[in-house]
């Protein structure tokens, strides 16, 4: 193995230096990792999943099954990345993996001894079968879980910085070798817009891999230069287009250090992705030594890289020609194996030119060696011989590389001639070319048409040795015999020898090995490889990390927050925030370093006993307006609106369509026809959704229009005995008296216009003060001076459960109007959505759970089991909400309860698993605070 | 909340600017096709748009039909929309004053449609909107109004709620683009 | 997936909220069969081909619409505003 002086698309002047297994190397610019490592010598790159075996660089591309390493080192590294598949870059860090304590002395691959109580299914039969019982699984799994598998993945946070992007284009080709190339240029000089996505850090694919003079690089270097300023054509290089989603959606990705997600919407597709080489299956073709053909003529061009000295190439069909010509002008000892017994003229002529050694009818039995490859043992014609070499070329023929078609819905079919799957009928929006469609002809051109006369013809041969270590997937240790077992204990759908056996699983997804286990399968059913059948492949055709799909949206931009127009002013004032739904909210106020549950108390007691301010600016508002407006509330609340006086708000509970509780909220009657209607800040959405979904397609008939007015109206609530004192500081004491319960004022403050209306949450005299947003800092600042505490949510929350009014925890979508203690409210003399469904027997049984109130001298917590004996199932009821009430001095909580109204005065047994809880309270009606309402009427 | 803030000022490149909208009205009609939508145009000046694609616009302000049966009227000056809307609409479909509702938010420069690709899923490229037009779209969890002025000039109508998060991704999308 | 709005145009499918089958006929208000209702709820087809369904887009126009798509090829075969498929 050595570097040669010249050729290749690596630059010599920039040289490049990273370290494997903390050994300091070089490379230069233009190597892969792969490539670097060979030329520094370096056989063995890894130790297999399974037995442990040594293993080398395989392949050149995406298609490598041996070479997985760790790059970086930390909460910094990546596991599991191919060494092909990474550029070299200047301190490059990388790392064996799956062996211990080194790469070179491996003490696990002890196992490879036991291989053969190791084969297909071996997990599921030794400690899932009967009498085995999960038990023996997971006392093993530890151990089995560290001896088998792959690198070990970080588990800090993706510390690169990750980006996304959308994109829009007429035609994505997909593949930047001749045949996309070609495409692309074609379709791009018409004035069609065109993106080319190449996986590759650099265009020219297949091309590349052929001698610098080549007629293939010619083309390239034309093509590139038509292409470099056509400006209808966007060329990405090192992006991977690993998904085809439905109506022309592409995702691509580019990895590294600053990972971009490109999520590409393309009106067509030109899937021009190429062919992926195979091996053959015969004992020892994993050792360190035996590569793919195309591969090593990749090296030879592309890096420079003379991958042996004394070389031998195996092939069942043409393309191992001009490997075996182009090492042995490099200066290679070589041998040509083929089993056909001919060669045509012109082909031995140019094999005697280059002074190849050729052993026709001949093929490859075994592979002799360890830790690197030794010798081959050959059957031909004159029986069996063994031959020294330190490398091994494999051809055995080409694989479309089908995936992203297959995606797409593109079903592969097989061809006999190609001894491959090609696509099959193509939609009008898909078309396949190059070796991708079967065209292996070195100079593609765009319209794909597959090769169908061969001058002579390829050889369907995939196995060529008997024994143990014939392997036909290497990155899952499958061999096969595995595959034979899997056949002979029942598993032969394709299905079912991938998820037996882990043929075709992992980081490569079986690209070398996925229609060599077909072939084998199918030979030993007897029956044809289509008649075997193929998977048909999902996204994504290559690993892609977490980090890139997250893209930019990590942290505070993961979520938008929606916030209130008071927010700013609340954190000035020490609101501490919490989430609530898609909301920001005030959660408490920290006055003195004081805590959730001492600030809460201070803000519920200055509600009970003088008067507070909480921001309620997230409730859903909706003004209604239309001929139509009354008929349109009638039908969506389970109460009447006919006699809503202008002037005047009405609360009202919603039900959905199949008699459950919806939602609540209090609706205003602003005008003759025009309304205001509020929800609770969790349904606002969906409650708007619910009327324009009724208004367009059941009630087309009603006259009337919706509009979003909830980020044009803050709102804040004033609560408390002294509130209409504060509020008659701001609007005079005149109008803050004749305000009604449930009534309405439009006036204004320093030129900010208010809409009040008299309304109590807390069960205290209250009103809730609306006003434009961008006036809502002069509002709550005007209230504050005028002597206002200030509450948040969870004062908000636990002032409610005082007064028993129930809120989301009680509206969970499984509570009637009646478990709830409102049937009273659902009207009579009307229809209105969810009437009959209400009425059905299962809604009205006997058994339902009710809410009611607990009182508890220690504390309850929301999710607490209720029961009046032992916990059965779910218990009698649950708690929905607790709290302390510093007003009452005990514990208070809602909760539902079976047979609940039945039960007041009772004491019932409260279960709290998660917090190690048993604790009793009494049953009781869930008004605990002024059940009269005198305090509200003021 | 009279002042416009200045979220990014990277010169020609990039520009945005968050700032209040003085006048933003909607109107919602009874019917898709509606007499009263034709007297607004013609006493405000505008051609009523034939689709959700098209701005019209009349002195002082622009007309985006965000819906067969909905009009939302942006007025750029001291021109007060409300009044003259609810004058010519009378019973003949629902005026609504939503000025806080929205905020607008410029955004210029060659870098602006490289940014906008970061969050938003239309083709603002080949083929997609054109100047005169708007989308209205979503930007993460927010929905927005994009109006593109002109190729490399946009002006956004975000939900006053979302505008915070809006500014934040905006200015992290400027910073991953090294601005 | 993407579908397009015919007041907005061709959009990504997250915009849009899905809303149900829309093959199942919706009682009138006045209804007080509860069977009927309960077939309107609950009683689905699950087709396997074309299929008609309701999406709102939500985050465009906020329009109703009635999506024919093949459920087998996920191919959108018509959309159209809800007020004028539902009869």
């Known amino acids: ?938 | 909340m009279d002042d416009a803030i200045l979220l990014i000022d990277k010169g020609e490149d990039l520009q945005a600017v968050l700032r209040p909208c003085r006048h933003l009205v909607q109107i919602g009609f009874w019917d898709n096709r509606s007499a009263s939508a034709e007297r607004l145009a013609d006493a405000l000046g505008f051609t009523l748009p034939e689709d959700g694609q098209q701005v019209a616009d009349f002195p002082g302000g622009w007309v985006y039909r965000i819906a067969p049966s909905r009009l939302l009227l942006l007025g750029s000056e001291d021109r007060p929309l409300l009044p003259e809307c609810q004058t010519v609409i009378g019973q003949g479909g629902m005026v609504s004053d939503i000025s806080h509702a929205k905020l607008l938010l410029d955004l210029k420069g060659s870098a602006a449609v490289p940014l906008l690709c970061r969050g938003i899923t239309l083709n603002l490229g080949f083929a997609g909107l054109r100047p005169g037009c708007f989308a209205q779209t979503r930007l993460h969890d927010a929905s927005i109004l994009l109006h593109r002025l002109e190729e490399a000039q946009f002006q956004l109508l975000i939900p006053t709620s979302y505008a915070a998060a809006v500014s934040d991704w905006f200015k992290d999308a400027a910073h991953l683009m090294r601005y | 997936m993407r579908m397009t709005c015919p007041w907005c145009g061709l959009r990504d499918s997250d915009e849009f909220l899905y809303g149900g089958d829309a093959e199942a006929g919706r009682p009138s208000l006045e209804e007080s069969d509860s069977e009927a209702w309960i077939a309107y709820l609950y009683e689905r087809e699950n087709p396997c081909g074309p299929h008609r369904e309701y999406w709102q887009h939500r985050f465009g126009c906020r329009r109703w619409l009635v999506v024919e798509r093949d459920t087998q090829s996920h191919e959108i075969i018509k959309i159209s505003f809800a007020e004028e498929a539902v009869p």
């Open chain 1, 1 to 938: 193995m050595r570097r040669l002086t010249s050729g290749g698309e690596i630059d010599r002047n920039r040289p490049l230096r990273f370290s494997f297994d903390g050994r300091p190397l070089q490379g230069f610019a233009g190597d892969t990792l792969a490539s670097a490592l060979l030329a520094n010598g370096l056989r063995l790159v890894g130790r297999s999943f399974k037995y442990h075996r040594p293993r080398g660089i395989y392949a050149a591309g995406l298609e490598e099954p041996n070479a997985l390493v760790t790059v970086g080192r930390g909460e910094a590294r990546c596991p599991n990345i191919q060494a092909t598949a990474i550029p070299l870059s200047e301190g490059l860090e990388a790392w064996s993996q799956n062996r211990w304590p080194s790469l070179g002395l491996d003490l696990q691959a002890l196992t490879g001894l036991a291989a053969p109580l190791t084969s297909a299914g071996f997990y599921y039969k030794t400690f899932m079968g009967p009498g085995q019982g999960t038990g023996a699984w997971m006392v093993y799994e530890r151990f089995i879980r560290k001896a088998a598998g792959l690198g070990r993945p970080p588990k800090g946070s993706d510390l690169r910085s990750a980006e996304s992007l959308h994109q829009h284009c007429q035609l994505l080709v997909v593949g930047g070798g001749l045949a996309g190339l070609t495409t692309a240029l074609e379709v791009a000089e018409t004035g069609i817009s065109v993106i080319l996505a190449e996986r590759d850090s650099i265009l020219g694919g297949a091309a590349l891999s052929t001698p610098h003079d080549s007629p293939e690089r010619t083309r390239r270097h034309a093509l590139l230069a038509a292409l470099r300023d056509l400006p209808t054509v966007e060329i990405l290089t090192g992006t991977q287009v690993f998904g085809a989603y439905d109506h022309g959606c592409y995702a691509a990705v580019e990895e590294g250090s600053r990972p971009r997600l490109r999520l590409i919407r393309a009106e067509r597709l030109c899937v021009a992705t190429g062919a992926l080489e195979r091996g053959f299956v015969f004992p020892g073709n994993d050792r360190p030594g035996v590569m793919l053909a195309g591969a090593v003529r990749t090296y030879l061009h592309r890096y420079g890289l003379l991958c042996g000295a004394r070389a031998l190439v195996f092939q069942n069909n043409d393309s191992g020609l001009d490997l075996a010509a182009d090492l042995a002008e490099a200066g290679a000892a070589v041998t040509l194996v083929d089993p056909r017994p001919d060669l045509t003229a012109e082909q031995q002529a140019r094999l005697d030119k280059a002074g190849v050694d050729s052993r026709l009818g001949a093929k490859v039995t075994a592979a002799i060696g360890g830790r690197r490859l030794r010798a081959v043992q050959l059957e031909g014609p004159q029986g069996p011989d063994r031959l020294q070499c330190d490398l091994l070329c494999l051809a055995g023929g080409w694989s479309p590389v089908l995936h992203l078609a297959s995606q797409a819905g593109v079903p592969p079919h097989w061809s006999e001639a190609h001894a491959a799957f090609l696509p099959g009928p193509l939609p009008p929006d898909i078309s396949v070319i190059g070796a991708a469609a079967g065209d292996f002809r070195a100079m593609p051109d765009s319209k794909g048409k597959p090769e169908t006369t061969w001058a002579n013809p390829p050889l369907p041969l995939w196995r060529s040795g008997e024994g143990r270590t014939a392997f036909v997937d290497l990155q899952n240790d499958v061999t096969a015999k595995d595959v034979r077992q899997a056949h002979d204990e029942g598993f032969v759908s394709v299905e079912h020898l991938k998820r037996y056996t882990t043929l075709g699983m992992g980081t490569d997804q079986g690209r070398t090995s996925n229609v060599i286990g077909l072939a084998l399968m199918a030979e030993a059913r007897g029956r044809s490889i289509p008649a075997t059948g193929t998977t048909r492949f999902r996204p994504p055709y290559a690993p892609v990390s977490l980090g890139a799909l997250a893209g930019a949206e990590t942290g505070s931009l993961f979520h938008f927050s929606r916030r209130s127009p008071l927010d700013g002013l609340l954190r000035e004032e020490g609101a501490v925030m919490t989430h609530s739904g898609p909301w920001l909210r005030a959660w408490y106020f920290r006055e003195n370093g004081s805590d959730l549950e001492s600030a809460t108390c201070r803000e519920m007691e200055i509600v009970r006993q003088d008067a507070a301010i909480s921001d309620v600016s997230t409730l859903g508002k909706f003004e209604i307006e239309g001929p139509d407006a009354v008929t349109l509330l009638n039908r969506l609340y389970c109460n009447g609106w006919t006699k809503l006086a202008v002037g005047k708000a009405r609360w009202g509970v919603m039900l959905r369509d199949d008699g459950y509780v919806f939602d609540d909220g209090t609706t205003w009657r602003l005008g003759e026809t025009r309304y205001l209607m509020t929800t609770t800040t969790a349904k606002a959405e969906q409650v708007l959704s619910r009327i324009e979904f009724l208004l367009a397609t059941a009630w087309q008939d009603l006259r009337v229009q919706i509009c979003d007015v909830t980020d044009h109206w803050a709102a804040i609530a004033l609560s408390g005995p002294k509130s209409r004192a504060v509020l008659a500081r701001l609007i005079g004491a005149q109008q803050a008296k004749e305000l009604p319960f449930l009534g309405l004022l439009e006036t204004a403050l320093a030129g900010v216009p208010l809409r009040l209306v008299r309304v109590s949450f807390s069960g205290e005299l209250g009103f809730e003060i609306y006003c434009p947003a961008h006036g809502a800092t002069t509002v709550w600042r005007a209230l504050r001076e005028a002597g206002a505490g200030a509450y948040g949510l969870e004062a908000l929350g636990a002032l409610r459960i005082e007064k028993g009014h129930v809120s989301v925890g009680e509206i969970d979508g499984r509570t009637t109007l009646d478990d709830l203690g409102l049937a009273a409210m659902a009207s009579r003399r009307k229809a209105f959505i969810g009437q009959v469904m209400a009425a059905r027997p299962g809604l009205n049984a006997k058994g339902r759970k009710q809410l009611v109130g607990l009182v508890a001298e220690t504390p309850l917590s929301s999710g607490g089991v209720l029961s009046f004996g032992p916990v059965k199932g779910t218990g009698a009821g649950r708690i929905t909400a607790a709290t302390w009430s510093p007003e009452l001095g005990c514990y208070l909580a809602l909760a539902l309860l079976r047979d609940g109204r039945a039960q007041h005065g009772r004491e019932v047994a409260v279960h709290d698993p998660a917090r190690g809880r048993l604790c009793k309270a009494l049953v009781r009606d869930p008004h605990f605070l002024d059940p009269e309402g005198v305090r509200q009427r003021g």
